[in-house]
């Protein structure tokens, strides 16, 4: 999980630089701005999606007993 929360925290810290630019110059980017917060977002869903997705799989595939 903590590789996780450093992935968030960087998606964080981005999405926090994005907004400082455009605060700076509102008149410039605002839809590629946009666009780019979405992305980021749902990529980071997709990332927690496929790490519990993971560890379900993991956990299924050594409870198989070989022996």
Known sequence: MIPLMT???ALKE???QCRHITAQRPDRGS????TVI???ILVGIAV?????L???V?????SINLG
Do not use: Y
């Open 48 to 52: 927690a999606v496929g790490a519990v």
């Open 14 to 16: 981005r999405l926090r």
């Open 31 to 34: 839809f590629t701005t946009e």
């Open 58 to 62: 993991m956990a299924k595939a050594k």
């Open 7 to 9: 992935a968030f925290d």
């Open 54 to 56: 993971l560890a379900k």
């Open 38 to 40: 979405v992305t980021a």
